[in-house]
């Protein structure tokens, strides 16, 4: 978001700070970033153009169980997303 809103010259520090407010971070162990690694193997045998950050968004959500709020479409058919 920051990103898009710096080359639409918006309040990106406005954004960026809504966005951290309303976000859980958290740092996990090898194990995470070996998942993201999987999923992002396996995503990238469908969607050719999967990204790895795709992939930590993605394992993300699956170890919270929580969903995705986005317009990706990327994520169209994956149960965690919510598309908007």
């Known amino acids: 978001m ?3 809103a710096k080359r639409r010259n918006k309040d990106y ?3 960026s700070d809504t966005i ?3 976000s859980k971070i958290f740092y996990d162990d090898s194990q995470f970033l070996i998942a993201a690694g999987l999923i992002h193997a396996e995503m990238r ?3 050719r153009d999967f990204g790895l950050a795709d992939a ?3 394992a993300t959500a699956k170890k919270l169980d929580a969903k995705i709020l ?3 479409p990327h994520f169209k058919n994956i149960k ?3 598309m908007i």
């Open 20 to 22: 951290l407010s309303l």
């Open 13 to 15: 520090k406005t954004i």
């Open 80 to 82: 965690e997303a919510v």
């Open 45 to 47: 045998g469908k969607i």
């Open 56 to 58: 930590f968004v993605l």
């Open 2 to 4: 920051v990103s898009i």
């Open 70 to 72: 986005t317009g990706d």
